[in-house]
């Protein structure tokens, strides 16, 4: 059996090192090419027109203006007269016409009636006992009901059970008949008792989760030395990737289908694009070079590329191009739930964690979304959650970096740092403390701990709650850990060696940013002596063999594995072709240095180019997999540790918040290229200190819409705003031989929270929610000045 | 910007272009190009969906990104946000221009070895704005060049390699 395990420490010559990103010269150049610069023969350019409500009917759609203007070559209506649309920016109808303006016209010349209908996008706090009993249906609930086709006898039954909260129209019993309501269904809803809920949200829109208890909280929380209680949260954000989302689809004759498509799933999408678009997904071909960030938002065929594929069939085939204009992107094109909490927490007098309990709700859109893994990391022995979901009309909400983990940071460490403060301990003393009930990697954070500290100098800093205020400048510091799993996702790799020694790899993954072209070529060049260069790697298309989305940090532990498999195997494959002429067995050979040679021997060796001519006319393909149980060891591994540490000042005047320093330390097995490994640190606490001090997707609670749909008023974290950064990889004995561990997600978990505590340290007091903005900050220092008074 | 068609508007006559296509010529890194586009098109759309230039990137499109930064006449511009048909007779330079044949302009080298990209969609904007601030204030600090480049975003968060960048330009008196 060959040994397929990564090489030792020794023996590395490429893995580990500081290797620049392949594909840069292609990025600082501009030559690389994106889904948004691909230019199809005779493209049309797609335009979308978009609901303006959060929530209406469409009662009617006339595109008569639209269809005769000059230029225009397909019309297509996505959601027909009677559908209801679910928030602001919801697809409703699209054009497609020979240049941009021609379709900006064409779009605005379409006519679309709504009926409005009453909307939710807040997320505050729900009021007691929301959605522990369904209440009374609303209209909105019956007309849901009646649009989904809801069985009669249990839309009945909820009638005749819940009652109504509304004095049914005429107007609206004539409409549902004509929506295809049955005459019991009209009778049971004017028989249905009624229930005068005004000015309460409708039940409806809140979904409580059952309570969650471990142990004998009440008992523990009585007990308790010390008994801290807060208000901890973080807002909805967007993903606002740079290339916007979007793509461009051709029908190259009428069976077969090309999608140029910014996606963080090349693999993946052909399968989703079959079943609307009615052909085979082997009949759909998928491409993408370059790729300009998805952060998680970017794993499906959405609507509008379906749209972009209907309005080309529509077009003749005609490539037809939809990306989405940057207001469509923040408003549906991604949204991180948010997560809020009451939570109390108690602990003995040296810090020992005995009792949590916790009343968290958020939004997710929609469908309402999940309650965040919280207490987070540490397993407090009694424990009781309770969660509320709250379904809005915000748009869908999309996986962003380490889903709920951010969230769930912020509410745990933010509470823990409140009770160190209560303790009067450093919340390094603390978390110390208490690392024994922080699962597998509570040696990983020790150490880390350790280290951090040191790189931000938090023994010689450290001041208590409130102490470190000098001319009106409050100076803090604040830490957060966090963990997540990874292991490597299914991945094929086609490794070729051809006679004349240029070597070429094919894979259906993508780069998304992260390095994953320059992950592949180190660990193949790695296996096979060569330098980095002498790899050909081709990626980003359904013609080569399929390799998983690059979500949850999973695409180094996949991409790595399967090419280290192939790699291995072609290397003995060619030293079976090479021994005779070296007079040696295969296992005594080895390739180093652009050469295949007998081990230890020099003297006996053959130039790379000179093997491969061994192997003939043929060229010599080798496939490797991930996983492969036939070919162990498994070269992946999860679940890692990693520690964040912010500096800052708070101007006490103007409540500004300004990081003065980050430290992060991080975990994530054996590392392939140190630099790009340390980018990803570095990006996401820059993305941390975005969603800590600056970025919301704020509502109009009267219109339903975001307020912040551009760059300007969603606030990115700009090259001023970034302070003195400190990232140290945990790597060596201990680390490396746990295999390769993704390492998108991890680093953008504790940004957040590490931020709030810091700020919390330096004003005295908790600045509930992110994001920090400085109206925030003054509320909770009017707070202290109250209370004070 | 007086056009040759004449319209009434508010009771005056007034000269117009459009509506609809009008020639238009734009000298894109020394090189003259020929268009037939409508008034209203931007630099940016012009030179991405007309020439395939497509190194600027097309971002926010409202001035408030700095990713489809060129150099008009030696000043860095938003091209989103003037119009093609504007900036006629102008030297236009883009971040194709950079390159000597297939070696990498300073700037790019350094953003090259300092990691000062990872998705790369806003890292041409950064270059060409970078290039820009440079030729005006070849001494300037540290400082002084990152609020020069406050005009441009990242997601990925490459602030860090792009100051690495910028101190490694510094140093070597770039």
Redesign the interface.
Known sequence: MPDYSWPEAEQRTLIGKRISRVDSPAKVSGRAQYTYDYHGPNMLFGKVVRSPYAKAKIVSIDTTATEKLPGVKAVHIIQKPGSTVQWAGDEVVAVAAVDEATAEDAARAIKIQYRKMAHMVSDAEPPAGAGETPGPLSGDDVDDAIGNQMPDKQLIEALEQRGVSFKPEEDDLKEWKNEGASDDVINAIRKAPFHNVEGEQPHSYFQKAAVQTQGDPDKAMAEADVVSEGLYGASVIAHCCMEAHGSVTEWTDKDHVLTHISTQNVSGIAGQMAEPLEIPAANIRIHQDHMGGGFGSKFAADRWDITAARLSKKAGGRPVRIMLERDAELEVAGARPSAYARVKVGAKRDGTLTAWQSRSWGTGGPGGGGMPPIPYIFSIPNKRTEHTAIRTNIGPARAWRAPNHPQAAMITMGALDDLAAKLSMSPLDLWLKNLDITGPRKETYREELGIAADLMGWKEKWKARGQNTSEGIARGLGLSIHTWGGRGHTSDCDLIIHPDGSVEIKMGTQDIGTGTRTTIVIVAAETLGLPIEAINLYIGDTLYPPSGGSGGSTTPGGVSSSTRRAAVDARDALFAKVAPALNAQPSELECINGTVRVKGDPSRSLSWKQACSKLGAIPLTVRGKNPDKTKPPDLTNSGVGGVNMADVEVDMETGIVRVKKMVAVQDCGLIIDLKTAESSCYGAMTMGIGYALFEEKLFDPVTGRMLNPNMEFYRLAGLNDIPELVVHMMTGKGYDERGVIGLGEPPVISPGAAISNAVANAIGVRVPFLPITPDKVLAALSQIAKAGA | MLGTKVVKAAGASVKIYGPGKVPVELIVDGQKHKLEI?P??TLL?AL??EL?I?????????A??G?CTVIIDGKAVYACAVLAIAVQGKQIA???S??QGDK?HPI?QA???N??????????GF?IALKAFLDKHPNASPEEV??G??G????????????QAIAQLAQRGA
């Not at chain 2, 990691?115 to 041409?124: E, I, V, W, Y």
């Not at chain 2, 441009?152 to 792009?162: E, F, L, P, S, W």
């Open positions: 409508e209203r098109v759309d991405r969906d395939q497509t190194g600027a990137k097309r971002v926010c499109d409202r408030e990104c990713a883009t971040v194709e950079l390159m990498l790019q953003f090259v070895e990691d000062a990209s990872q998705c790369g969609f806003c890292t041409p270059v990152r609020r480049l406050s441009n975003v990242c997601r990925c968060g490459t602030y860090h390699g792009i100051q």
